[in-house]
């Protein structure tokens, strides 16, 4: 298994930044890539972004693409969200994922994502 938590939440303005970490740990050998996503109050959870384990290709939803930068450092089994010019739109939890099953292409759907973090709260003031 994977335990994956999520840290780095919190308030700040719209405009602002904030970086999001995950932490992997457990049988990170077996993960293929590491996905963030979010869900606001009343919305099904989203996809925000995915970073590959091996290789570090990247993938973004439209929404955050050029705002948001997804990474990682394998040495430290973490992933990372730096998201700058936040909206109040960006308002939600913010889930970090692990996907372990064999794939090149990078997943942006809930279900093809194997074990999950609990979330972090990122509330964006106008």
């Known amino acids: 298994q994977v335990q994956v938590v999520e840290s780095g939440g919190g308030l700040v303005q719209a405009g602002g930044s904030l970086r999001l970490s995950c932490a992997a740990s457990?049988?990170?050998?077996?993960?293929?890539?590491m996905g963030w996503f979010r869900q606001a109050p009343g919305k099904e959870r989203e996809f925000v972004a995915a970073?590959?384990?091996?290789?570090?290709?990247?993938y973004y939803s439209a929404s955050v693409k050029g705002r948001f930068t997804i990474s990682r450092d394998n040495a430290k089994n973490m992933v990372y969200l730096q998201m700058n010019s936040l909206k109040p739109e960006d308002t939600a939890v913010y889930y970090c994922?692990?996907?372990?099953?064999?794939?090149?292409?990078?997943?942006?759907?809930?279900?093809?994502?194997?074990?999950w973090g609990k979330g972090t709260l990122v509330t964006v003031s106008s």
């Open positions: 457990g049988r990170t050998f077996s993960v293929y890539a």
């Open positions: 994922a692990a996907d372990i099953v064999r794939s090149y292409a990078l997943q942006s759907r809930v279900e093809d994502y194997d074990y």
């Open positions: 970073i590959s384990w091996s290789d570090g290709r990247t």
